[in-house]
């Protein structure tokens, strides 16, 4: 259901028509009073550019439909924060991040403005979801989507888009680029650029000067909606969405394919990054420290993943291990299919050993699913003693959790996958929203790491046979082979190259909106 109002109503936000920033009006010099006013402006742009010159800013738009949007955009902004601190000589300005949910503190009305709770709700009802997405999908959908955001939002959202990154209560300074991280954030704010771009004169796409770019946040499939021809860059995760991008007219060279935005303790090794880059390392975009910035000696910090040490650190057992997750929010049945798989554990145990003590261990995390937390805690579940489980709600050190497990079970969420992928971690795919999630499936299963079963007694099975001993092939365990395909899918590396290319760009507009205001500068002193 969510997309059948993203569809049909998320086009309900809009942009009032622009008023164009002093920086960019033209000069008029036609009397004294006019030289004299513009003289006074000339000095006013020349004290906003100094007050923001050590910083360049970025607004990246979103909505919490779901946890990934909004831990992408952090991520995007960690990734910034280190290139500043760690390539100085190439990124020497900070670069600010306003990162806000268009839809939530600019939708104009209900249901504009409650898109998240929704979300939610159509979530569980996946049938609804199927329809409102498929039908969002087609032409008529996509022009209702269009027309509606258009005439609904169109002013609420040029508030949001004129505002100050670095003072959101004010509106004297727009962010020098904009980022959508989200399907419903390209048609209509495009417009919105063009409009505040030209004074007001234009809203076609062409006119626009602002940057503005595309992080696609989705992995085996998506949207039409994330795909406008009219951005500068799409940034896409695989080439099913390149292709998908192409399919939308956007052009090859804009489309740049590195991989998913992740969470900083998904990059690679979990690292410090390193300022001490050589010559060669440089040219790479830096040199990845294994480990703290207290070990200094390779050799010595080889172990930072070793799973024992992990687990010892988190407080858990160094026994086989299954995760068990259900994003942020919890969701996709997470309690049934702790049961499914707790038992079947308690059996195995029981096979395997005649004494009491855990021979395997269940962790669950529940994110802010207190119910389900509750649900499964004592005294409401008595887990036997031959498994050791643990049960949690929202963590914030995720990565860690993978990193100390054999077998993740998760609905199929773009961000947990690629994540897993680069821990090395086995996936079993419990659940995914239709259309939407759909296509990670078969990007799990066709890189061989994982599968899509629908139950939790199939859950159970999978993890199961998984364990079993007899589960070998000729290139060894189950899951030492799908260890193995998860890291080559991998790409840790992905948050911190998008960041470098979008800092680029965010510099040359720098410079563009420097020179201009020198310009103006010139002529009203020549005035």
């Avoid at 988190?314 to 038992?343: H, K, S, Y």
Wanted: a negative charge; glycine letters at 8%; hydrophobic letters at 40%.
């Amino acid at each position: 259901m969510m997309y059948c109002l993203l569809s049909l109503l998320a086009a309900t936000t809009a942009f009032q028509p622009a008023i164009l920033p002093s920086r960019l009006q033209s000069i008029p010099h036609h009397t004294s009073t006019t030289t004299t006013t513009t003289r006074l402006q000339a000095k006013e742009d020349t004290t906003r550019l100094q007050a923001k010159e050590d910083v360049a800013t970025i607004q990246i738009l979103m909505s919490d439909t779901g946890g990934g949007h909004r831990a992408s955009a952090n991520a995007l902004r960690d990734a910034f924060n280190v290139l500043h601190e760690t390539e100085p000589t190439r990124f020497p300005l900070k670069i600010e991040c306003d990162i806000v949910d268009i839809y939530t503190d600019y939708g104009p009305f209900w249901p504009i403005n409650a898109y998240v709770p929704l979300y939610k709700f159509m979530a569980e009802y996946s049938f609804l979801w199927k329809w409102f997405y498929e039908f969002g999908a087609t032409p008529l959908g996509l022009w209702m989507n269009d027309f509606l955001l258009e005439t609904l939002c169109f002013d609420s959202f040029e508030k949001c888009m004129r505002r100050n990154p670095l003072d959101v209560e004010r509106d004297d300074e727009r962010a020098d680029m904009v980022v959508s991280v989200h399907p419903l954030c390209q048609d209509l704010p495009l417009k919105i650029l063009a409009s505040l771009d030209t004074g007001g004169e234009s809203r076609s796409v062409e006119r626009r000067t602002t940057p503005f770019v595309t992080v696609v946040t989705d992995l085996g499939g998506a949207h039409p909606t994330w795909f406008n021809k009219g951005v500068d860059k799409c940034f896409v995760p695989s080439t099913v969405l390149k292709n998908a991008a192409l399919d939308r007219q956007v052009e090859e060279s804009k489309i740049v394919q590195y991989g998913l935005p992740i969470r900083r303790g998904f990059w690679r090794f979990g690292a410090d990054y390193d300022t001490e880059a050589t010559t060669s390392d440089q040219k790479k975009g830096g040199f990845w420290k294994f480990g703290t910035k207290k070990q200094n000696d390779v050799e010595e910090v080889k172990g930072v993943h070793h799973k024992p040490t992990i687990r010892e650190g988190l407080g858990l057992l160094d026994l086989p291990t299954v995760l068990i997750v259900g994003g942020g929010d919890g969701m996709g049945g997470i309690v049934n299919q702790a049961t499914a798989v707790g038992e079947r554990l308690q059996s195995l145990a029981a096979k395997s050993s005649s004494n009491n003590e855990p021979a395997y261990q269940m962790v669950v995390i529940c994110g802010n699913n207190k119910s389900a937390q509750t649900t499964l805690s004592p005294p409401e579940t008595q887990w036997g003693s031959n498994v050791a489980v643990n049960i949690m709600g929202f963590v914030n050190n995720m990565d860690e959790f993978m990193r100390a497990s054999d077998i993740l079970v998760t609905k199929a969420g773009p961000g947990t996958i690629a994540e897993a992928s680069i821990c090395g971690l086995p996936c079993i795919l419990s659940s995914f929203l239709p259309g939407q999630e759909e296509g990670n499936v078969p990007y799990v299963e066709e890189n061989g790491f994982g599968c899509y079963k629908g139950t939790p007694e199939g859950i159970a099975d999978t993890v199961e046979e998984w364990f079993a001993v007899s589960s070998v092939t000729t290139e060894g365990t189950v899951l030492e082979t799908m260890k193995e395909c998860a890291l080559n899918a991998a790409r840790p590396d992905a948050t911190l190259d998008i960041a470098r290319d979008l800092a680029d760009m965010v510099y040359k507009r720098r410079e563009e909106l420097n020179i201009g205001i020198n310009k103006k500068e010139e002529v009203a002193v020549a005035a």
